[in-house]
């Protein structure tokens, strides 16, 4: 099965969506490590009840940002996971730490890329004015929320909508986006190409950068 290690800051409840997938049998991974940059991370709590190793970088004990994520990245690496996916993980990445993991790393971001890259999304859409909302997940680049999208989920703003209502209505449908797209990726027909996202009929075998 694909090996994934998961990068969560928060709550997990995207984590939880992929263990539940996994549990009814419509994933074909196996969840070989979560890492956070916060101690009391919920989602630390979730990987231990579903026996899913876990560490902590603390990135208070980095001289900076390049030193955390090469460290970040040699966890990583140590588990051999093939597909990293950031699954609210708060951080920017630094671009030369990231590269060895090009097109091997996904995001879930919540909102419709290219709208509203970074925080407070939803206010942003609201403020807006917008008639529609959503999340995406992305092959992630140097460039914040910038890679190339894979698939997206929308739903309608409605009036009286507020940053909470809008954010409650789109979790979970990002929790059906993403174990979606991990499945695709399981299934060996997406991949990132030079020119962007492939998606492929046939099982690829070797896919760029892979
Ligand atoms: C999700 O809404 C995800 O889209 C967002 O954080 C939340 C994490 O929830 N990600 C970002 O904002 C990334 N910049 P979770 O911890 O319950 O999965």
């Known amino acids: 099965p694909l090996r994934i290690a998961i990068l969560a800051s928060g ?22 490590l979560v890492a956070s940059d916060k101690a009391d991370a919920p989602v630390l709590q979730l990987a231990q009840s579903a026996g899913v190793p876990t560490i902590v970088l603390d990135p208070r004990e980095y001289a900076d940002r390049r030193a955390y994520d090469f460290a970040l990245f040699d966890c990583l690496a140590a588990s051999k ?9 708060m951080r920017i990445i630094d671009g030369d730490a990231m590269k060895p993991w090009a097109g091997r790393m996904i995001n879930i971001h919540p909102s419709l890329l290219p709208k509203y890259r970074g925080l407070h999304t939803h206010r942003r859409a609201l403020k807006a004015g917008d008639v529609e909302h959503g999340a995406s997940v ?3 680049t140097a460039e914040l929320d910038g890679g190339p999208v894979i698939a ?11 940053e909470n209502t809008l954010a409650a209505r ?8 993403l174990p979606a797209v991990v499945a695709l990726i399981a299934s060996g027909r997406l991949a990132l190409g030079e020119q962007g ?11 760029l950068r892979w």
């Open 197 to 207: 996202v492939i998606f492929d009929d046939a099982p690829i075998r070797k896919p």
């Open 11 to 32: 709550r997990g409840s995207n984590f939880a969506a992929l263990l539940a997938a996994r549990e009814r049998g419509e994933l074909p991974v196996e969840f070989v």
């Open 138 to 140: 992305h092959y992630v």
């Open 81 to 89: 996971p093939d597909l990293l996916v950031l699954a609210g993980f």
């Open 152 to 162: 997206q989920t929308t739903l309608s703003i409605e009036a009286g909508d507020n």
């Open 170 to 177: 789109l979790l979970p449908l990002e929790h059906q986006l």
